[in-house]
């Protein structure tokens, strides 16, 4: 394949391992998986400058003999509420130094604090922030009516303002979205009250049975458009569940029927196109439940895609790896 990209970025690398969202144990180290499977290698070989600043965790819990699902639920919401603060102020950071944030998950809970980065840094330039939520799920659940309680099921309403949430989320480091300007895309798991959540916000959902009607191609181009009209940012949210188990076994809530290669290498390759994506959120990799690194691999040349990877075109020259202590200026 070809490393042709017309957009040279430079791009900002944010792990946040944590699985305290969810309810299987592993996405923690989904950060580290993403790097063993060469993604900073291939972003590099795209032409993109690349700056790696680690990974945001907790102190890991004491030692008991009970399953980390049964630890507190208290304990796990101070874990996503920390992380999600911390996120939203480096995110904000690097977004404020002119530059691509790629967060790398962890479980979707992260999303509170990724996104609310975006959202603090678009209310200052006066620009609408504009989300796709490629996944299995809509993550629009509320502690109401979450029929799990697992916060990687609540990111979404969160974000877009649902009142259930009391005043342990609320702080400067929490940005807000209109639920009009988020699409979801690949959904094929949603729960009766977060459907009608969905439905009475406006919130956009491409479910599987709208791809195979309409087609990738149609879908993504009235999405791309949307957001060209109102000159917003698109931060995009990728999922390893959007994608069918069958090519992404590394997910701790797999649905069967999910995106194929090509569909999910589509809609990558069109945002690349447009050049409307602003940041991006890699999540859900548990590469305790991966097949040798396959859900990993894949999860990279995605993200290579978005990045401009192409199957005929042009060679850039490489450009340089930045480390962290070299990118302490955009913290």
């Not at 996405?27 to 680690?54: F, K, Q, S, T, Y």
């Not at 944030?101 to 990724?114: E, K, N």
């Amino acid at each position: 394949m070809s490393t042709n990209s017309p957009h040279k970025r430079r791009i900002d690398l944010l792990g946040v391992a944590t699985a305290s969202g969810a309810s299987v144990r592993g996405c923690g180290m989904g950060p580290e998986a993403l790097r063993v499977a060469g993604l900073a290698e291939a972003l590099i070989d795209l032409g993109h400058e690349v700056a790696d600043h680690g990974d945001l965790r907790r102190p890991a819990p004491a030692i008991d003999a009970g399953p980390a699902s049964l630890r507190l639920p208290d304990a796990r919401r101070a874990d996503v509420l920390d992380l999600a603060e911390r996120a939203s102020d480096q995110g904000l950071a690097i977004l404020e130094a002119g530059n691509f944030p790629v967060f790398l998950g962890g479980d979707h809970s992260i999303a509170m604090g990724t996104v609310s980065a975006v959202a603090r840094h678009c209310v200052t330039k006066g620009k609408p922030v504009f989300v796709l939520w490629i996944d299995a799920h809509a993550d629009y659940n509320t502690p109401e009516t979450s029929p799990s309680g697992n916060l990687h099921g609540m990111p979404l309403a969160l974000l877009c303002g649902e009142p259930e949430f009391d005043d342990s989320y609320r702080g400067d480091w929490l940005g807000r979205i209109d639920p009009r300007n988020v699409t979801v895309i690949g959904a094929r798991s949603v729960d009766r009250e977060e459907r009608r959540l969905l439905a009475s916000r406006g919130v956009e959902v491409l479910d599987m049975r709208k791809i195979d009607e309409l087609g990738v191609v149609a879908l993504m181009r009235t999405v791309i458009e949307r957001v060209r009209k109102a000159g917003g940012h698109l931060h995009v949210s990728l999922d390893v569940d959007a994608m069918d188990p069958s090519i992404a076994p590394g997910g701790g809530t797999l649905v069967p029927g999910g995106l194929s290669y090509r569909e999910a290498h589509l809609i990558m390759e069109m945002l690349h196109d447009s050049g409307v994506a602003g940041s991006l959120d890699v999540v859900e990799l548990n590469p305790f439940l991966d097949h040798g690194g396959q859900s990993a691999t894949l999860l990279v040349d995605l993200v290579a895609s978005l990045f401009g990877r192409q199957i005929m075109g042009e060679e850039p020259g490489p450009m340089a790896f930045v480390t962290e202590d070299e990118a302490g200026a955009a913290e």
